[in-house]
């Protein structure tokens, strides 16, 4: 697969590189924070070749890849001016409370799974060993492989440190400096040996800060804005220095004695919350996580899981919310089964039998977008089974010893109490889906092509010379990415409407906007190849979002030759983002 091509086709259908706030990714998706996304064109994203689906959800434009995320990614890297997090210069858009909680956590958690998972996987392996009397918990071995496996999870505060400073915008090593006082080994000896200690006179409430996940992430948001505060008021020629000095100053010993005991009472109140409700009925507990699960990840609502997970770990040492998850998985690797078993059409059966494997390893998305939820009772079968197995799984009381990907390599991690059920439990959801989606779940269906029999006809909405979409010196456009059209090299500085409908986007910059004809087309005015700088300089806006305009109407004035002196290209592009749907679209004659 040529990765480059896909992240250009997949910036270019999402309304060019100058309409994303903010990009990263997790295991499988892409997650984008668009200025704009009704200029997004979904459908075309979902029809190239190596994207699964798109999926709108949280405030985010989610298109989800699978297993080649990471070069798809880093191709993204090669032609869009993002820092090492993903980040964006034109990060500016605001977003409700709920939705900034979960890109939060999202932002913050997503780099370390791999890492977290991997050293999980050890642990589980390393459980294992133990139990069958392979190494001895006194031997050598067993020191190396559990630093190893513990490591990461110990220091865990340090790497979300590192994340949570990309987050929140603020200088990385400031906060891995503070992370590190909270796990200092002396800091840690005096909570241990329940010393009294006071910090100018002040008493600290010692805490153990290993392992956690919640005084850390507030610790730098504080962070974030204290040293914005030394950066306004201090002069360039010692910024670089007092800065980082009046931070770790300030904010460790901030962190001691407010920060830290008030966010570890929080973080305890949490585990003792959840343990409450578990209690009442593990069982039911069980159903709804293991039901749920995969509606969570569809809509990126599961990030708010994963830190009451790693609370369980740091305050219990076992995590019982994994073990449910498990089963949703289970359960969808078994509809996907059952489909493969069911169909006879050669595609489909390629597409299940990719889907099942990767949901083996704990990937569902494929399986989910691609084959389960598009046809919906494989979907409801699998969630139901997910409930039932959860309920069986959460009556026993199974509990993970580490967080990593529901895999069939995974299975040590859940080595303790309830695990034979947790086993047959896993293998007893994928026979179960399996059978209820062959049986009640799928059925072949020939599959139609659905283009509309509407032609649509474009008029020339400025003055000037026509030419071949292909000729236009933007790859963008010319690649016919965004989709049919063509562009005017224009002799004035007037742009009309060529079609009739409603205005549906217009730019901050003034250099863009967007129509969506009566006949259903979804039409966009581009003026000019990387207008987007002058930010508005030169252009005037006739409408505004909702307005109708008829054909002829004037939409946008703009100075034509101011433009050209500064050096730009003011060649206007009117393209249909959505040709696909439409069997004939009538271009102006050249």
């Known amino acids: 697969m040529d990765y480059r091509s896909l992240a250009k086709k997949i910036i270019a259908n999402i309304g060019g590189y100058e309409n994303v706030s903010n990009v990263y990714h997790c295991a499988t998706r892409l997650r984008f924070t668009l200025k704009d996304n009704s200029i997004a064109n979904k459908k075309a994203v979902e029809k190239l070749d190596g994207v699964i689906t798109v999926v709108e959800s949280g405030g985010m434009f989610q298109v989800v890849i699978g297993n080649s995320v990471n070069e798809v990614y880093a191709a993204l890297g090669e032609f869009m001016e993002t820092d090492s997090h993903g980040t964006t210069k034109n990060d500016t858009k605001k977003d409700n409370i709920f939705n900034s909680f979960i890109n ?109 996940v919640i005084p850390i992430i507030i610790a730098v948001w504080v962070l974030s804005y204290v040293e914005k505060f030394f950066k306004k008021i201090l002069h360039e020629s010692i910024k670089n220095l007092l800065t980082p000095f009046f931070c770790i100053l300030i904010l460790v010993p901030l962190t001691l004695i407010v920060v830290g005991p008030i966010s570890d009472y929080a973080s305890q109140m949490i585990a003792n919350g959840y ?37 369980n770990l740091a305050y219990y040492g076992r995590d019982t919310v994994g073990p449910a998850c498990f089963m949703a998985v289970a359960a969808q690797a078994g509809a996907v089964l059952g489909v493969l078993l069911k169909t006879k059409n050669v595609k489909m059966k390629s597409l299940s039998l990719s889907a099942f494997i990767s949901a083996l390893f704990g990937i569902t998305e494929p ?93 020339k909405p400025v003055n000037g010379q026509i030419i071949d979409l292909n000729s236009v010196k933007d790859e963008t456009f010319s690649s016919g990415a965004l989709g049919n059209g063509f562009a005017v090299i224009p002799s004035e500085g007037v742009v009309t409407s060529p079609i009739k409908g409603k205005i549906t986007t217009v730019f901050p910059t003034k250099h863009a906007l967007g129509i969506l004809s009566d006949e259903g087309a979804e039409v966009l005015i581009h003026i000019g190849i990387d207008t987007v700088n002058l930010n508005g300089k030169y252009f005037e806006t006739l409408v505004q979002v909702g307005d109708r305009v008829d054909i002829g109407e004037d939409l946008v004035r703009f100075n034509n030759d101011n433009m050209k002196k500064e050096g730009y290209d003011t060649t206007v592009i009117i393209v249909v983002t959505n040709s696909a749907e439409f069997k004939d679209i009538s271009l102006p004659a050249m």
């Not at 046809?375 to 039932?388: D, E």
Request: net charge positive; aromatic share 12%; charged share 10%.
């Open 104 to 212: 939060m956590i999202a932002g913050v958690f997503a780099p370390t799974l791999g890492v977290l998972s991997g050293t999980g996987l050890i642990k589980g392996f390393l459980a294992l060993l133990t139990t069958l009397d392979v190494i001895s918990v006194e031997s050598g071995t067993y020191l190396v492989l559990n630093a190893a496996a513990d490591s990461f999870f110990y220091f865990l505060p340090i790497f979300l440190a590192y994340t949570a400073a990309k987050k929140f915008k603020t200088d990385s090593f400031t906060a891995m400096a503070i992370a590190g006082a909270l796990v200092y080994p002396t800091v840690i000896q005096a909570f241990t040996d329940g010393m009294t200690v006071n910090f100018m006179g002040i008493p600290l409430i010692l805490a153990r800060y290993t392992s956690t």
């Open 275 to 311: 343990t409450a409700v578990y209690s009442l009925s593990p069982l039911i507990s069980g159903a709804v996580i293991g039901g749920l699960w995969q509606v969570l990840v569809m809509f990126g609502l599961h990030w708010g899981m994963v830190p009451i997970m790693t609370n």
């Open 367 to 459: 399986a989910v977008y691609g084959i389960t939820l598009k046809y919906k009772r494989p979907f409801i079968i699998a969630c139901s089974v997910g409930g039932v197995f959860g309920a069986i799984v959460g009556a026993v009381g199974a509990g993970a010893i580490a967080i990593g990907p529901r895999s069939i390599l995974t299975f040590p991690i859940y080595i303790g109490k309830g695990f034979p059920i947790l086993v047959a439990s896993y293998f007893l959801a994928i026979v179960v889906s399996c059978g209820l989606t062959y049986m009640f779940g799928y059925k072949d269906e020939e599959e139609k092509e659905t283009i509309s029999q509407n032609r649509l006809s474009l008029t």
